[in-house]
């Protein structure tokens, strides 16, 4: 269940930092867009897709194939919480099965070692050590 959420994190937050390096490359005259930090857009924590994509060695086939599956699932968790008319639990649910989905769609895309790598690398969580990232002021914190 932790790697699920994990792992539902790291491709959301690959597929909002990823999008726009995808879609738009700078003209000449232009200055090159700023990249976004790990944190990428809303400040959510996780790799993007280029790190992913890195990591597993995706080709650029793949990378076009799983860009517009992270853009959908990362809609979908958008409007889930978005929809006010759902309670904590309901959200958690379908960000649940939207996660599964997800992956299942990722993974149909990778060969069986990328997959055993992708497993690794949502092991390993956000912050590369297997462990969710604290909230600063929770009780606990040093």
Do not use: C
Request: aromatic share 2%; glycine share 10%; proline share 7%.
């Amino acid at each position: 269940m932790k790697n699920q959420l994990k792992f539902t994190s790291l491709l959301l937050t690959a597929a909002l930092a990823a999008l726009p390096v995808l879609n738009a490359q700078p003209a000449e005259n232009q200055a090159p867009a700023r990249e976004r930090g790990p944190g990428g857009p809303g400040g959510r924590g996780g790799p993007n897709l280029q790190m992913i994509a890195e990591e597993l060695g995706l080709s650029a086939d793949q990378k076009a194939k799983l860009a517009p599956v992270i853009k959908h699932q990362a809609e979908q968790m958008q409007a889930i919480r978005q929809d006010e008319s759902l309670s904590r639990e309901q959200r958690m649910e379908k960000a649940r099965g939207i996660r599964e989905a997800g992956r299942k769609d990722i993974e149909a895309v990778l060969t069986p070692e990328q997959v055993k790598k992708f497993d690794d690398l949502r092991a390993r969580g956000p912050r590369g050590d297997g462990e969710r990232p604290r909230k600063e002021g929770k009780k606990g914190d040093k």
